[in-house]
């Protein structure tokens, strides 16, 4: 995108002038490009991309972001301006560098989580779909979790793996076998709970308070055992947030057992996206549940 019309864009949110002083490549996903932009106001975060790259990608995760932050149970990057130009969509944060972590930092993250997981909602889903990574998610509402964890988070990812030659006949057979074990009665009977939705390492910064900052989200109502079953997957958090979590929300007792369960749309998903360096993961899973 064109500097000059970032930072016109800019001095018009805040009513001052602003001038851009540097700019930098930063992390924020393999999708979208990203840059600081550092001002003589202070550092902002952009995202963009073309607009039909990934229709409607950033305003989708702009809602996912003011779903989480209205509950006041954890704090989100500040949104600073959602738009569109000629070609690009854009999405202005504020910037958020890893500040020092405050003393209480994983038993607040913990009952931080477990505040978000008490929002509830009667049905399984979301009013919006929107993405998980750079792949659709769908979020049709759904009366019981185990026709919307079948038919709206695995399924569709093996429709996908299938096209792309990971999958064969037999593996469908294998999921025709889970799916079988899944709705005689796996899971717990829970109301639905708002979820991150995409909840590892990658995505949980540290505010100038020390505290939590979630970005990224793949927001919906889902069964809460998703989430801490993610948070493990690409290096867990420090075990006082899960017992935080546990002290504030406690999980039905057998929940461990389901936890390679729950992370097998993830795993499916980084299948999908990365390649068959994640289709062990994928087998073993559904050896154990088939």
Known sequence: MDLKYIENLLSKLVQYSIKIESTKVVSGGCINHCYLLKTNLGDYFIKYNLSDAFPNMLAKETLGL??????KAVNTAQIIQLGQDEKYDYLILEYVKQNQKAKNYWEDFGISLANLHKNKNDQFGLHFDNYIGSLNQVNNFTDDWETFFIEHRIKPQI??????????????????????????GIFPNESPALLHGDLWNGNVLTGKDGKVILVDPAVYFGNREMELAFSKMFGKFDPLFYRSYQEAYPLVVD??????????????VHLNLFGTSYLSSVLDILNVYS
């Open 66 to 71: 003011s779903l989480i932050s209205d509950t």
């Open 159 to 184: 429709k996908l793996a299938f096209e792309k030659k990971f999958f064969d006949e037999s593996m469908i057979q294998k999921f025709e076998g889970l799916f079988k074990n899944i709705r005689a």
């Open 255 to 268: 929940y461990q057992s389901r936890e390679a369960l729950c992370q097998l749309y993830p795993y499916m």
